[in-house]
């Protein structure tokens, strides 16, 4: 075996100087002048970027209102709040995300319930949600995992039937159609998150979008400090402002809209590219015993965060040795995500164990997320690819 053909993991040259990382921004110089520009206006935080963003987005996407919020994160907590759940209450989310949708409960003193997943869209089962419904329950937050709809249709019937709240996590899926629809056009509410890693990005940034008016307002309302800014009754003292409940400062500043509204500018390029990656990718890996490529949309056309595939034993190594052979080669894969039932908090305060949601475990133990994102171009595919063939000749 020459040394063009050893892994870099086994001694060979990495197939990469610098890191590729799973995802990346893309700052344009025309996002850079949005920028600047903003820094010049009147307003610097809570101006007319902001409501110009919100706008956008909303339009966008099909919906009534739109409800800017420092990060995904922040934009769970108040669809959360704005939904009511509180102490007493049970939400019902997968085991195979990010720490904040769990959050949507425990920061609002509800108690998550962990229900398992579909592997052929890695997100909510509906027969799995159905059988954790208790009296309690009071809401779903099922998440798009990679962009890919979760199952839309099922879990709203579910939702009708008990009389749930229905809070779609789709921080990876902003861009990405389900059925005639854009995603975020779904009820009750949809949130998203603009981290850079995402399909668009305003730096950290999250937001709220849904057709319900009382809704929106309490998002609005939690959002800065539960504060009524013009209340009833005092039309002739301007001044008077009330806070009526526990509110937050989670206001988004116009230097993020400035660059959320270029990034806009931008989504048709930003899935043109992503999707050129994954037909490369799908090219490529289908051909490569012991990977399974993502599965493929059901009714929809995502635009996709991730491109995670599964490492199966025909590959010829493990999923570990698999991801410490990748970042030998300078490529910065990922792993999205060690289930939350394995996490130390929930473990503790909830009750959970490993072993409980069979399913996403078995998912969990061969994911793992390749690069993905808009800055990247052939000969960097083309690097992914080769890496992943000479690992798998390597072993075979
Ligand atoms: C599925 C999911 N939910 C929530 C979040 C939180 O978003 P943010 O990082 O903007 O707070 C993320 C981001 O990492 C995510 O991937």
Redesign the pocket.
Known sequence: MNSSSTPAHYGGKPIRDEVLGYGSQSISEADKKAITEALEGDYITRGPAVEEFEQRVADFVGVDHAVAST??????HLAGEAAGFESGDEVITTPL??V??AHVATYTGATPVFADIDPHRRSLDPDAVREQITDDTAGIVP?HYDGLPADIEELLTIADEHDLTVIW?A??AFGGEWRDELIGAQRDMVMF???P??NITTG???MVVTDDDELAKRLRRFRSFDMDYAPAGYEDEPWYQVTEGVGYNYNFTDIQAALGLAQLDRIEEFKAQRDMIIESYNAAFEEVPGIRTPPDPVESDPMR?LYAIEVNEEFGCDRKEFINAMHAENLGVQV?YVPLHYHPYFQEEFGYEEGMFPVAEEVYDKLVSMPLHAEMNQDDIGKVTQAVERLHRYHN
Request: negative net charge.
């Open positions: 990060s995904g994160t922040t934009a769970l995300t990010f904040s949708t998440m996590d921080c990876h998150s603009f981290h890693v995402k950290e940034g999250g965060h999205h």
